[in-house]
């Protein structure tokens, strides 16, 4: 194998990179600003700072915002879609509700594809997959001409029941190709293979939306990594918790939304496994954004079905929340209150203590006038913070509310602690799940700084801050494996379900999800599969999917308790009596990795760790004289009581009173609240 692994993710305000050197067995990270304007040149020029010889890296994942941004920002491409006749408003009419129905100032979203550009084709497939009339060529071509003239760059085709029977959408495919047409094509059997017209509808228009971003993107910075000397096929993190190569994210670019933020997540399924955690709570806090993310039993929490701005996506990601709360998040005013976000400085112009021309007071310019930002040794001494900007921009804040500086300085980030709590209860209280039950793992350039504030908002006692908390994300992409998810619909009450029919539909996803991860060099040994099932109590219109017992001695008593048990723990009710349906079937596989060790620190029998100097902070605005350490430095196992500052390159961790830390042997700092 060649000598490196390297991961990137993109952040709002940094890009992070981590490499791992086989020769030194270690890992090594970097954080270099975010360019918006040319987002692989942030990330050429951070490898560039780690590595000279392009030509030696073996494995290269990355976590790309091409896609999201282009769907949050509406910057995606023009395009048209094409429907079975009589149903050009199922965009437009969806499920015919209002989701917040309390809410006076709900707006439904503006739809991607205008009803001008949506075109109706005479086909019909029933709903048992019988083709009730067959695709005319010469009104495909027709239809064709007009999409040709009026110059889209993507084309959508979902037609009605073609989860069950895609023949119809087949020949429009290849009447398309006989045209030897440039447009970006998505076809909604391929993209989600299950009922749900909207649904089904809404997640292919997305995907055709972001496809031709997503397919520039990544063919420019294949170019650009050829140029430099890569050899080795690029990968890319799925919003599933998986990697697949570049070629396989162009044709689903759906599955690049949550890119960046899952790799925090999978780094901390591997963070529970080091330190004997089942059950943790993710948190990512970076310059723009606050995400959560949850590990239940070892497992990352994946949902099948989930709205990103309103629009429902059938596609499985890691359930995640995100708020806009990140160290640039704004400072501001309203009705005589101090607000803090959703805006964020990003990374240009950034915070006020950044020198690049901020004017606003930020979450980070409150930490440098609070001391617990060292502006002359920001990360790691490689970028140098104007303090008194901070000092005089939070100045100005604090004359309007008639506060302090330092007062004022508490107050946003108390505020935006606040709100950072409140997102994880969005995952946990609001869901019947206490977080007092788990421990708290922060992450990101200001999650560490942040963390135990908010888990004494929520009454969590134990917070995990990982080995390279500030590029964590990235990190986590490289302890990932290739994934594929695969679904058929088969509605059937689950005792009355015909053995021989589900095989077959078994079979028929095991078979395309190992053509898939083989067309990625997966060997065959290295597959395996997971089957799931949805199921439902007969008459709920929403599903809990559940995993197959590969050793079960009892097929259907062991799923009917797994679903009734699952049921229980997530709605706090089920109905043992209740007759139980199937809905869709599902198959999992994973193309498993190679992953790199983790070397282990020994330990310094004395336990002693030295501090670097001694700085003043606030703390409950009173300055207190507080140790500041170096995590390089730090003794393994060697209890440390708060108040205290851990610096490390990426990131800065804060432990206030009341608090001790330690140092594990792989290098993670574990928090404890005193009792």
């Known amino acids: 194998m060649k000598r490196y692994s390297l991961s990137a993710d993109i952040g709002g305000t940094f890009t992070d990179i981590v490499l791992y050197d086989r020769e030194k067995e270690d890992y090594n990270s970097a954080k270099v ?82 009803r001008r550009n949506i075109f109706e084709l005479d086909e019909r497939v029933l709903y048992d997959g019988t083709v009730h009339k067959e695709v005319s060529e010469d009104e495909v071509n027709k ?32 009447v398309l190709k006989k045209r030897n047409n440039k447009f970006s094509i998505s076809l909604s059997h391929n993209i989600v293979r299950e009922w749900r017209e909207y649904e089904r509808t809404s997640t292919t228009l997305i995907n055709a939306y972001i496809a031709p971003i997503v397919e520039n993107y990544l063919n420019q910075f294949e170019e650009q990594l050829e140029e430099k000397g890569t050899e080795n096929d690029l990968f890319i993190m799925q919003s599933n918790g998986g990697v697949m190569t570049s070629e396989v994210a162009k044709d689903k670019p ?125 990360l790691g001494g490689n970028m140098k913070l104007d303090f008194e900007g901070a000092y005089k921009a939070i100045e100005e804040l604090g004359k309007q509310l008639g506060l302090g500086v330092y007062e004022t300085a508490e107050g946003i980030c108390e505020i935006a602690n606040a709100k950072m709590a409140d997102a994880i209860r969005t995952l946990t209280i609001s869901k019947g799940i206490d977080p ?41 992409m490289l302890q990932t494996d290739i994934r594929h998810d695969d679904v058929r619909t088969y509605v059937s009450l689950l005792r009355a379900s015909d053995e021989a029919t589900m095989k077959n539909l078994f079979n028929q996803m095991i078979l395309n999800s190992e053509s898939v991860l083989k067309s990625q ?11 799931q099932y949805d199921l439902r109590y007969v008459g709920q219109e929403y599903t809990v999917t559940v995993d197959e017992n590969p050793e079960s001695k009892n097929f259907y008593d062991d799923l009917e308790k797994d679903f009734h048990d699952m049921h229980l723990n997530i709605y706090g009710h089920n109905n043992p009596e209740g007759a139980v349906e199937i809905v869709n079937l599902r198959v999992v596989s994973y193309g498993l990795l190679d992953k790199n060790p983790h070397r282990k620190l020994e330990e310094n029998p004395e336990k002693i ?62 928090i404890e609240k005193e009792r």
Not at 336 to 362: D, M, Q
Not at 455 to 471: D, F, Q, R, Y
Not at 522 to 531: G, L
Not at 659 to 668: E, G, M, Q, S
Request: hydrophobic share 40%; proline share 5%.
């Open 521 to 531: 060099n997966i060997d065959p040994n290295n597959i395996k599969h997971n089957k």
């Open 436 to 476: 007092r039950d788990f421990t708290l793992v922060a992450f990101g350039g200001a999650g560490p700084m942040h963390a135990m504030f908010i888990a004494e908002n929520l009454g969590i006692n134990k917070i995990i801050v990982p080995a390279s908390a500030g590029t964590f994300s990235a990190w986590g």
């Open 254 to 378: 759906i599955q690049t939304l949550l890119s960046g933020p899952v790799g925090g997540t999978m780094g901390g399924v591997t963070l529970g496994e080091q330190t004997s955690n089942d059950n943790l709570i993710c948190v990512d806090m970076g310059g723009t954004s606050f995400d959560v993310s949850m590990i239940i039993n070892g497992e990352p929490d994946v949902t099948s079905e989930v709205n990103i701005e309103k629009f429902p996506i059938l596609s499985p990601m890691v359930n995640m929340h995100t708020i806009g709360a990140g160290g640039g998040s704004i400072a501001w005013i309203e009705g005589g209150g101090l607000r803090v976000g959703p805006h964020s400085a990003g990374a240009v112009p950034g915070p006020v203590c950044y020198g690049k021309g901020g004017i606003e007071p930020t979450v980070t310019d409150a930490n440098v006038v609070l001391g617990r930002i060292d502006p002359a040794d920001f």
């Open 143 to 174: 239809l064709i001409d007009e999409i040709e003239d009026a110059g889209y760059e993507s084309v959508s085709i979902a037609l009605l029941h073609s989860y069950k029977n895609p023949e119809n959408e087949l020949k429009v495919l290849d």
């Open 33 to 114: 600003p975010t360019i918006k304007e040319n987002l692989s040149k942030g990330v050429l020029d951070g490898i560039a700072t780690m590595i000279d010889d392009f030509s030696e890296v073996e494995f290269f994942v990355h976590g790309t915002t091409a896609g999201l941004n282009a769907f949050l920002e509406r910057k995606g491409a023009d395009i048209a879609l094409i429907v079975t006749k009589g149903f050009r408003d199922v965009n437009e009419i969806g499920r015919a509700n209002r989701s917040e129905i309390y809410n006076i100032q709900y707006r439904q979203p503006e739809p991607l594809v205008k």
């Open 609 to 670: 760790s030295n501090f670097e100097k001694t700085n003043q902070v606030f703390w409950n605005n009173k300055q207190v004289d507080t140790k500041i350490y170096n995590l390089e430095k730090l003794a393994v196992n060697e209890e440390l009581e708060g108040p205290i500052i851990i610096e490390t390159e990426t990131s800065t961790i804060v432990v206030p009173h009341n608090f001790v830390a330690k140092l594990d042997d792989t290098k993670n700092l574990l």
